[in-house]
Nanobody, 128 residues
Framework: VQLQASGGGLVQAGGSLRLSCVTS???????????MGWFRQAPGKEREFVAA????????YYADSVKGRFTISRSNVKNTVYLQMDSLKPEDTAVYFC???????????????????WGQGTQVTVSS
């Protein structure tokens, strides 16, 4: 699976951005536990979970820090996963990565080691 993330940029606090992640190649979407995730890494910090969506059923999961502000969605037709980010805060500044996994139990969706394919990252900068 190849992943191509885009949509990052510079925005003022309170603004919005929408990230996209286009997938290509065999996705393994039919496997139970397959999902797409967004992670982010701020300067000097470890990469952290942001949101995930299951290919089957479309169930979504969010980190507490973004719940109510970010929305993850998918288009099976376009093979694309989106991350709509609203009410952005300076602490949301980071490089955002999309990732794909083909299996695993649901309780591990937040853990990056369960994702086997990663996009190149897109920079999001929120100014105060």
């Amino acid at each position: 699976v190849q992943l191509q993330a885009s949509g990052g940029g510079l925005v003022q606090a309170g603004g919005s951005l929408r990230l996209s992640c286009v997938t290509s190649g065999a996705s393994g979407r039919t496997f139970s536990g397959s999902a797409m995730g967004w992670f982010r890494q701020a300067p000097g910090k470890e990469r952290e979970f942001v949101a995930a969506i299951r290919w089957s059923g479309g169930n979504t999961y969010y980190a507490d820090s973004v719940k109510g502000r970010f929305t993850i969605s998918r288009s099976n037709v376009k093979n694309t996963v989106y991350l709509q980010m609203d009410s952005l805060k300076p602490e949301d500044t980071a490089v955002y990565f999309c990732a794909a996994r083909t299996g695993g139990i649901l309780s591990t969706l937040r853990f990056e080691y369960t994702y086997s394919n990663w996009g190149q990252g897109t920079q999001v900068t929120v100014s105060s």
